[in-house]
């Protein structure tokens, strides 16, 4: 029980047109956890709902077996950074940037930055790989780095928790997996865990430890990637043929599409 | 000391030293001309004479307000600008101006200020600005929760409002009360009452000190709200205080002075370009030009055609318009 750093319970939230229902699921420390499921099955509300940016119907999300309503929000931000997806972008250098994920460390009529506070930000922006930039305006640079600077901001706040909202969307191969692999090293090393929200399942199928699937505002089914990744489950929630396959080096599971053109080919009868 | 901090000391040493110039040729310069020697000479032995009385009894007091008055104005645009993310936001979008025009306007046309005597018409302005700033903000709450774009389409709304009723009154009211109406609504530094001298002064460095209390708050602002909340910042009660300390500085201002445009929309513009986008700086230094600026402004709304005067919201409007679109075309500047 110590062991688990997250507990989302029965949660029911959303807007006037979309609903979360009896989401229930833990997240152990040190976890790699992602969440997938087809697009508007509720993922973004769902970290939403655990960064306390919607409020749910019943307020029973636990973080370390304290329930996140009743902490107070710096408290909460020196726990739980997010990654989100549309961030809005100020126009200041990087390493101001990554300095505002200082924000909830400050103490009342703190002005100015510490030693250790521009010390935590030069070593999230070493780990991230973006020293070279630091003079830079965030407005300026490219959606790759830009992406290491949320990153790094998210570190600044030395969270025990990070959430990532779909942190590879629009990036190339390279980055892809330069960011995965840097929050891999992360997770590893320095024992944050993640909660991520990905759509390549491919790539949740290499880097998670645990996979939520998610289908219409419900949890469809958590396991490992072996357990959910399979073309039944798949087909079941995206209505997508695909063959599953694994991958030579890691024998995690791998998903390849099907075009229509092929299923005529073999002659593939199965609606869907 | 790390290079930004000295860089930000020796920004606001630099806007200091152009306030206290601005400040000093003010004192000098108007209808009858007095040398800066002679003010420090008058200062230790000048008293009861004419001119001890042109700097000590007009001049100085328009100075004072002017810092008071442009420093809360600009300071009322940054908060807004920051808050909204917005950068055509001002005091005066909300409608706070036109809250505070109306109240005069039926004060003046009822003929309370003969009850009430001088202060009447600054208080009917005030009121005027607190009804407004109730109604826009009880508009834009829904479920305990203030919304953004709701508050500035109120307050845009609310602006024409008033402003249509104040024509209303304009063409119905006779033409000595017509004359006090366009006087004030014009905007004007001339105050006799040292009283409305020091609130305002008093109101706009209290505001100073509040807004900078809420400098890192901001500063999360402008990676919009959720962002905010996700750094810990309580965006609901940041917003409603922050909204609640421009509406005071607006109503304030505007009811000393009258209305003065385009200080708070220009000047936090043009701060920004120089000491960049971080709240901690851009506070103070909006606050001391705005004050300069405003400053500025009303000695050449006093020289132009000295002896006689224009109003000092015609010169802001002018100036401030003229020099904003310059730097646009100039820097090709992302607001």
Redesign the interface.
Same mark, same amino acid.
């Given at each position: 029980m110590n062991n688990t750093i997250l507990e989302v319970k029965d949660l029911v939230c959303g807007y006037r047109t979309f609903f979360l229902k009896d989401i229930s699921f833990k997240v152990k420390t040190g976890e790699f956890f992602g969440i997938i499921g087809p697009n508007g099955s509720g993922k973004t509300t769902l970290l939403?709902a655990i960064?306390? *940016?919607l409020k749910p119907k019943k307020e029973e999300i636990y973080f370390e077996g304290k329930n996140i309503w009743q902490m107070? $929000?710096?408290?909460?931000?020196?726990k739980i950074?997010?990654v989100?997806q549309n961030?809005?972008?100020?126009? *200041?250098t990087v390493e101001?940037f990554v300095l505002?994920?200082r924000?909830?460390h400050?103490k009342k009529?703190q002005? $100015?930055?510490t030693k250790e506070d521009?010390e935590i930000a030069k070593r999230c922006m070493a780990l991230t790989d973006i020293l070279k930039i630091q003079d830079q305006p965030v407005?300026e640079i490219s959606g790759g780095e830009r992406q290491l600077a949320l990153i790094a901001r998210a570190l600044c706040?030395e969270p025990k928790l990070l959430l990532l909202d779909e942190p590879t969307t629009h990036l190339d191969i390279t980055h892809q997996t330069k960011i995965l692999d840097l929050i891999k090293k992360l997770n590893k090393e320095f024992k944050l865990t993640v909660i991520m929200v990905l759509h390549d399942l491919n790539l949740a199928s290499e880097y998670c430890n645990r996979l939520l699937l998610m289908s219409e505002g419900r949890v469809y089914k958590i396991g490992s990637p072996q357990e959910v990744l399979t073309y039944q489950v798949i087909e079941e929630v995206y209505k997508t043929v695909v063959v599953v396959d694994k991958s030579p080096l890691s024998s995690r599971p791998y998903i390849f599409v099907v075009t229509e053109e092929e299923r005529q080919k073999r002659g593939e009868k199965r609606k869907i | 000391m790390n290079k930004k901090v000295i860089q930000w000391i020796i920004w606001v040493l630099v806007f200091c030293g152009i306030l206290l110039g601005i400040s000093i040729f003010s004192l000098c310069i108007g209808s009858s001309g007095i040398p800066f020697k002679k003010i420090i000479s008058l200062i230790i032995e000048g008293k009861g004479t004419t001119e001890y009385s042109i700097i000590f009894d007009l001049r100085l007091p328009r100075i004072i307000l002017g810092f008071a008055v442009g420093g809360a104005l600009s300071l009322a645009g940054v908060v807004l600008q920051g808050m909204f993310r917005n950068p055509l936001v001002e005091p005066y979008t909300l409608g706070i101006s036109g809250g505070a025009a109306l109240g005069v306007c039926l004060n003046i046309v009822l003929k309370m200020n003969r009850i009430g005597g001088v202060l009447s018409i600054p208080a009917s302005g005030f009121l005027g600005a607190i009804v407004v700033i109730l109604i826009v903000y009880s508009l834009s709450t829904r479920k305990g929760l203030l919304k953004i774009q709701g508050l500035l389409l109120t307050g845009v709304m609310i602006s024409f409002i008033s402003s249509s009723l104040i024509m209303l009154i304009m063409a119905l009211s006779r033409t000595e009360d017509l004359h006090s109406i366009v006087f004030w609504i014009m905007g004007s530094l001339e105050e006799s009452s040292w009283l409305l001298i020091k609130v305002a002064l008093l109101v706009s460095i209290f505001g100073l000190i509040i807004s900078y209390l809420f400098c890192f708050e901001l500063n999360a602002f402008s990676l919009g709200e959720e962002e905010a909340q996700h750094l810990g910042v309580n965006i609901e009660k940041t917003k409603r205080l922050l909204f609640i300390l421009a509406s005071v500085l607006t109503g304030c201002s505007v009811s000393v002075a009258g209305i003065i445009g385009f200080v708070g929309l220009v000047v936090p513009h043009f701060v920004r370009m120089f000491v960049g986008a971080d709240h901690r700086i851009l506070l103070i230094c909006s606050f001391l030009s705005g004050a300069t600026f405003l400053i500025f402004c009303d000695t050449l709304a006093r020289i132009i055609i000295s002896p006689l005067e224009l109003p000092v919201g015609v010169i802001t409007g002018i100036l401030g318009g003229s020099l904003f679109v310059y730097a646009l075309t100039k820097r090709g500047v992302v607001l």
């Amino acid at each position: 029980m110590n062991n688990t750093i997250l507990e989302v319970k029965d949660l029911v939230c959303g807007y006037r047109t979309f609903f979360l229902k009896d989401i229930s699921f833990k997240v152990k420390t040190g976890e790699f956890f992602g969440i997938i499921g087809p697009n508007g099955s509720g993922k973004t509300t769902l970290l939403r709902a655990i960064t306390r *940016v919607l409020k749910p119907k019943k307020e029973e999300i636990y973080f370390e077996g304290k329930n996140i309503w009743q902490m107070r $929000l710096k408290e909460l931000a020196k726990k739980i950074a997010v990654v989100s997806q549309n961030p809005g972008i100020s126009f *200041v250098t990087v390493e101001d940037f990554v300095l505002l994920g200082r924000i909830p460390h400050y103490k009342k009529f703190q002005f $100015l930055e510490t030693k250790e506070d521009l010390e935590i930000a030069k070593r999230c922006m070493a780990l991230t790989d973006i020293l070279k930039i630091q003079d830079q305006p965030v407005g300026e640079i490219s959606g790759g780095e830009r992406q290491l600077a949320l990153i790094a901001r998210a570190l600044c706040q030395e969270p025990k928790l990070l959430l990532l909202d779909e942190p590879t969307t629009h990036l190339d191969i390279t980055h892809q997996t330069k960011i995965l692999d840097l929050i891999k090293k992360l997770n590893k090393e320095f024992k944050l865990t993640v909660i991520m929200v990905l759509h390549d399942l491919n790539l949740a199928s290499e880097y998670c430890n645990r996979l939520l699937l998610m289908s219409e505002g419900r949890v469809y089914k958590i396991g490992s990637p072996q357990e959910v990744l399979t073309y039944q489950v798949i087909e079941e929630v995206y209505k997508t043929v695909v063959v599953v396959d694994k991958s030579p080096l890691s024998s995690r599971p791998y998903i390849f599409v099907v075009t229509e053109e092929e299923r005529q080919k073999r002659g593939e009868k199965r609606k869907i | 000391m790390n290079k930004k901090v000295i860089q930000w000391i020796i920004w606001v040493l630099v806007f200091c030293g152009i306030l206290l110039g601005i400040s000093i040729f003010s004192l000098c310069i108007g209808s009858s001309g007095i040398p800066f020697k002679k003010i420090i000479s008058l200062i230790i032995e000048g008293k009861g004479t004419t001119e001890y009385s042109i700097i000590f009894d007009l001049r100085l007091p328009r100075i004072i307000l002017g810092f008071a008055v442009g420093g809360a104005l600009s300071l009322a645009g940054v908060v807004l600008q920051g808050m909204f993310r917005n950068p055509l936001v001002e005091p005066y979008t909300l409608g706070i101006s036109g809250g505070a025009a109306l109240g005069v306007c039926l004060n003046i046309v009822l003929k309370m200020n003969r009850i009430g005597g001088v202060l009447s018409i600054p208080a009917s302005g005030f009121l005027g600005a607190i009804v407004v700033i109730l109604i826009v903000y009880s508009l834009s709450t829904r479920k305990g929760l203030l919304k953004i774009q709701g508050l500035l389409l109120t307050g845009v709304m609310i602006s024409f409002i008033s402003s249509s009723l104040i024509m209303l009154i304009m063409a119905l009211s006779r033409t000595e009360d017509l004359h006090s109406i366009v006087f004030w609504i014009m905007g004007s530094l001339e105050e006799s009452s040292w009283l409305l001298i020091k609130v305002a002064l008093l109101v706009s460095i209290f505001g100073l000190i509040i807004s900078y209390l809420f400098c890192f708050e901001l500063n999360a602002f402008s990676l919009g709200e959720e962002e905010a909340q996700h750094l810990g910042v309580n965006i609901e009660k940041t917003k409603r205080l922050l909204f609640i300390l421009a509406s005071v500085l607006t109503g304030c201002s505007v009811s000393v002075a009258g209305i003065i445009g385009f200080v708070g929309l220009v000047v936090p513009h043009f701060v920004r370009m120089f000491v960049g986008a971080d709240h901690r700086i851009l506070l103070i230094c909006s606050f001391l030009s705005g004050a300069t600026f405003l400053i500025f402004c009303d000695t050449l709304a006093r020289i132009i055609i000295s002896p006689l005067e224009l109003p000092v919201g015609v010169i802001t409007g002018i100036l401030g318009g003229s020099l904003f679109v310059y730097a646009l075309t100039k820097r090709g500047v992302v607001l």
